[in-house]
């Protein structure tokens, strides 16, 4: 079975400086992923997704993750951190088994990104 | 714009009452989603359905049940509500079995 972990439930940056989220996955099928970001008291909104192709993948924001399929990682990087990148975020993956896609959600259980000033 | 939306956004109720938590999605997406978040466990998914008619278990699906009588519309429905269920509902769409999901705001419940 699927299943995805968020190393770090709490990471906190700088105001400029690099943000690394990591997340690891754990699939016997090419998994489909994505990173999702949630804001206080808001849903959650889609940062990027992997499916097939290109490994490295951009995102709104100026958000990117790359996936390492021999490192089973999709990590998200932002090169200089804003304030309003303060929220959570969610890696997950998308369920598959040897007849396919299933599109059902498996998350980590989330990062909270701090940025100070 | 098409959109997803939840309803109520927050709701109080009493142990052992039914309540039922509406999503509405006007993208026409086959696949629609509940999941509820707690702390410390991320998202977990409920039910899922999809297409009309059609409905499916999720990892923590007692206590609960979905119907799809059209496209747009995934109710989801606590029999008897329970304290353990006080939790964030969140409501989820997509076109395909290959495309991202796209949620909704979510409804705050609190069983007391």
């Known amino acids: 079975a699927q299943s995805v972990t968020q190393l770090g439930s709490h990471v906190s940056v700088s105001e400029g400086a690099l943000v690394l989220l990591r997340c690891n996955y754990s699939?016997?099928?090419?998994?489909?992923l994505f990173w999702y970001v949630q804001y206080p008291n808001q849903g959650l909104q889609l940062l990027l997704k992997?499916?097939?192709?290109?490994?490295l993948v951009k995102g709104i924001n100026g958000f990117e993750a790359e996936f390492k399929k021999s490192e089973t990682s999709f990590h998200l990087t932002k090169p200089s951190a804003h304030m309003s990148d303060a929220a959570e975020y969610f890696c997950?993956?998308?369920?598959?088994?040897?007849?396919?896609?299933?599109?059902?959600?498996?998350f980590g259980t989330g990062t909270l990104l701090a940025v100070q000033p | 714009d098409a959109e997803i939306t939840q309803s109520p956004r927050h709701k109080i109720t009493e142990t052992g009452r039914q309540v039922t938590l509406a999503c509405h999605q006007t993208?026409?997406?086959?696949?629609m989603f509940w999941y509820r978040q707690d702390l410390g466990h991320g998202l977990r998914l409920i039910h899922y359905?999809?297409?009309?008619?059609?409905?499916n278990k999720g990892e923590v699906s007692d206590g609960y049940s979905v119907s799809r009588s059209n496209t747009e519309d995934l109710p989801l429905t606590l029999e008897s509500a329970a304290s353990s269920q006080t939790s964030v509902y969140f409501c989820?769409?997509?076109?395909?079995?290959?495309?991202?999901?796209?949620f909704g705001p979510g409804t705050r419940l609190t069983v007391t």
């Open positions: 989820a769409s997509s076109e395909s079995m290959r495309s991202p999901q796209y």
């Open positions: 699939s016997s099928v090419p998994p489909y």
């Open positions: 992997y499916t097939t192709g290109a490994t």
């Open positions: 997950a993956v998308s369920e598959r088994n040897y007849g396919g896609a299933t599109n059902k959600l498996i």
């Open positions: 993208w026409n997406h086959n696949n």
């Open positions: 359905s999809y297409g009309v008619h059609d409905t």
